[in-house]
């Protein structure tokens, strides 16, 4: 078994397509760190202009409104804006100082005012204009999801010991990068890798079966040699796009892992905090088990279909199956929990966000881990099976 | 040898070759990833609905009210309080208002004269105190004379604004208007394993009734006969939108840098496109066979190119210091958007410089190629 397990190692490592992939994973990640990560602009950023402009326009009015006989929206005014003055003066004033906890402390109670104002206020008050896209009918939805994820972040910068700055407080950092990118397209690209080093693990033996019959095992465990490699194989993909990190780290700071990561629970709508080595374990351990669930499926797909082009073909349908029955709010009246797809953006499952916007939740790392096991359980036994039967035993 | 049957001979190889190449799996999956890039980009299309002039004009809307929200709310008015960029930028908003009106309830004329009024106010917005801080939220000084150049021909031409963007000239027009900044990596890509099997065993080619050079050769023109096909299929794939959205204009006008802003007709866009691309192929793979003698590692050659490639986004400053590399020009879109005159140190790359660098250095590479075959060297390789 073990020198089998070498054989196939060998095999995997000197694939001109799998040393490819590994190369382009680490050029984009370089090209990422150099070019896309310096160009980020977060809507919800540490602009001196904004504050400055929202305050003095509030205290402007404060200063000059007739408090006679007013109508009721400015009544509301009058009565509204000192307090978000006094937040919005301090959040100033701090950042004259360059008292970063300060900063986050009324940055947080600003967020906490403010989306209570506008998410309650009815529809004369409203998030910043980024959130309004063309055709986005969930934009205050979106507004509120961030103000409230600010404000527990800005709250858990306040009250822990870290080392803070701009580039913290903008999730510039390359752990906060890296925690990002979980939350996009992070997770896709981890995936689409995994399919792109597996999709041949079994069918290259169809080029020299000969080469095989020297080792005395069976198909069943064969497969499960390869499945291995290519498990081993595709975490060893996170060694490029560490590269990239390293230069982000380089450029803006490494962070903590101790930074404090707002998860979003829809049972009772508010925010909690954990720490980003927490955050990142889990978003490991989900993708680890991302991987052995396409690892399987292409073996079943190999061992049936024997096409390397089906095998890729599959492999995308997984990635992109959310997509087919995505819909905002659609988590309400769908059991969307139960279909492993749902769990394919890993960093938003995590961070509760995908809840959010399913309407849903049910959509948690335990019941992920559960149905993704479940699947790989399933698709396993059936490649048992299958491999078992004496018509495949010659694979 | 006759000449007559070198002539044969070197038509033999390159049947033999292409024999191999058509079997070749690598050939079928950049087919697919061809074929998938089409028919994504016109899903793409569809679902970001381009061409959508309100939604065009609202996006617009939203960047000036982005740009807006770091300035405090004053009197606008032409005597008021505000900033002359605070002026300029309301001003701008309410423009941009009767633009989206106009779309709305299909007033060509009034659009077109909207947009004029638009460009001109931008124009005046660069030079004033503090555009710095919302430079972001807007579009740049080349930018908005592309806009400017193309709604003025609009309007000398009188032709109409909203086009079915997946109409076929019009869809040609998009996907060469981007392709420019992924078909080096592309043609890269694949090629960079080109000669990597004959270096690393060349006993291999001895054996080769014919001599390594023309080899090369024959090698090198199955690659770019590959390449024509790819570009072909870019077409055939686009075929389907004239059954289903017909042919579109294909005088239709494209803005474009080529030294000074003009205009193109897209037919004339997509040639000068095509031009670039089979170039850009040519040079690529003449690159990948030079670094597969000097590094024998189809890994390595991949690498250096893309850090060739992408090179003039990590050194800027490089590009207006030395306009005649050709590196500069390799993603051509960016050329054809000017976009390169507008960084911290402006660069005038022109289109045709492009060309004619390209050009020179595919000469260049074959002299270096044929002296280093004629030179002997490949016997000890």
């Known amino acids: 078994m073990q020198s089998y397990f070498k054989f196939e190692f060998l095999h995997f490592f000197f694939n001109k397509k799998n040393i490819a992939v590994y190369v382009i994973l680490l050029f984009f990640s370089c090209y990422y760190a150099m070019v896309v990560a310096p160009s980020y602009d977060p809507i919800e950023k540490v602009d001196k202009l904004e504050m400055e402009a929202r305050y003095l326009t509030r205290e402007d009015f404060l200063n000059s409104v007739n408090t006679e006989r007013m109508h009721p929206s400015t009544a509301y005014a009058v009565m509204t804006y000192p307090e978000w003055n006094e937040y919005e003066k301090g959040r100033l004033d701090a950042l004259e100082e360059h008292d970063f906890k300060k900063y986050a402390e009324a940055t947080s109670k600003w967020y906490t005012y403010s989306d209570g104002m506008i998410y309650k206020g009815g529809d004369f008050l409203f998030y910043h204009p980024r959130y309004y896209t063309y055709g986005n009918n969930y934009a205050r939805e979106d507004g509120h999801f961030a103000y409230l994820s600010a404000a527990s972040r800005y709250e858990g910068y306040a009250e822990g010991d870290y080392a803070l700055s701009i580039d913290v407080f903008e999730e510039r950092t390359a752990l906060q990068t890296w925690q990002r990118l979980l939350q996009s397209y992070l997770p896709f690209i981890l995936i689409v890798s995994c399919i792109l080093l597996s999709a041949d693990i079994v069918l290259k033996d169809r080029r020299n079966p000969t080469l095989l019959r020297g080792f005395p095992m069976s198909p069943w465990r064969r497969l499960l040699v390869k499945g291995g490699v290519a498990l081993f194989g595709s975490i060893l993909a996170f060694i490029p796009l560490a590269a990239g990190l390293l230069i982000i780290g380089a450029r803006n700071g490494f962070g903590s892992l101790d930074l404090p990561v707002p998860i979003y629970s829809h049972v009772d709508k508010s925010f909690s905090l954990i720490s980003l080595s927490e955050f990142m374990l889990q978003n490991m351990a989900l993708i680890i088990l991302w991987f052995v669930l396409i690892i399987s499926l292409l073996l079943l797909t190999s061992i049936l279909i024997r096409n390397e082009f089906a095998n890729l073909f599959i492999g995308f349908a997984v990635v992109i199956g959310e997509f087919t029955y995505y819909t905002r709010g659609i988590g309400f009246i769908r059991e969307v929990q139960w279909y492993p797809t749902s769990y394919i953006q890993v960093g938003q499952v995590i961070s509760g966000y995908r809840n959010y916007v399913y309407e849903s939740n049910a959509l948690t790392l335990g019941n992920g881990a559960t149905v993704l096991s479940a699947c790989v359980c399933i698709i396993l036994l059936t490649v048992f099976i299958i491999s078992n039967l004496p018509k495949f035993k010659q694979l | ?89 309301v001003r701008q908003q309410r423009v941009i208002s009767t633009q989206r009106m106009a779309a709305r309830v299909d007033r060509p004329a009034l659009y077109l004269e909207t947009s004029l009024e638009l460009a001109d106010l931008r124009d005046a917005a660069f030079k004033m105190d503090g555009f710095q801080d919302v430079a972001l939220y807007l579009p740049t000084k080349t930018e908005n004379q592309l806009q400017r150049v193309y709604y003025q021909e609009l309007v000398n031409e009188g032709k109409s604004v909203s086009q079915n963007p997946l109409s076929f000239y ?71 939108l004239i059954y289903f959205n017909g042919l579109g204009d294909s005088s239709y006008p494209v803005a474009v840098y080529s030294g000074s802003i003009e205009v193109f007709t897209t037919i004339k866009f997509i040639g000068v496109s095509v031009l670039y691309m089979l170039l850009i192929a040519l040079f690529a793979i003449l690159l990948s066979i030079i670094l597969n003698m000097l590094l024998k590692n189809m890994y390595l050659t991949m690498f250096v190119q893309l850090l060739l490639y992408i090179s003039p986004y990590l050194f800027p400053g490089m590009m207006a210091f030395v306009p005649w590399n050709p590196i500069n020009y390799l993603n051509f879109s960016r050329i054809f958007n000017g976009e390169t005159l507008d960084l911290a140190t402006p660069a005038a790359l022109y289109m045709s410089q492009g060309l004619i660098t390209i050009g020179v250095c595919i000469v260049i590479m074959l002299f270096i190629i044929k002296a280093f075959f004629t030179a002997g060297k490949l016997k000890r390789v």
């Open chain 2, 1 to 89: 040898m006759l000449p007559f049957l070198r002539g044969v001979c070197m038509r033999n190889v390159l049947k033999t070759v292409l024999m191999i190449e058509k079997s070749n799996k690598k050939n079928i999956a950049a087919c697919i990833i061809i074929a998938v890039f089409v028919f994504g980009l016109i899903s793409f299309i569809t679902t970001e609905e381009k061409g959508n002039l309100i939604k065009e004009r609202t996006g617009d809307y939203q960047s000036v009210s982005s740009a807006l929200y770091k300035f405090q709310i004053e009197d606008a008015s032409e005597n008021g309080d505000g900033s002359d960029l605070y002026k300029n930028l």
């Open chain 2, 170 to 240: 019009q869809f040609l027009g998009y996907l060469f208007g981007i392709i420019g900044a992924g078909w080096f990596i592309f043609v890269s890509i694949y090629s960079c394993g080109i000669l990597i099997e004959e270096f690393q065993h060349t006993s291999l080619i001895k054996g080769y009734p014919i001599s390594f050079g023309k080899y090369v050769l024959a090698k090198c023109s199955s690659a770019m006969l590959m390449v024509g096909i790819f570009i072909l299929l870019l077409f055939i794939c686009s075929l389907p």
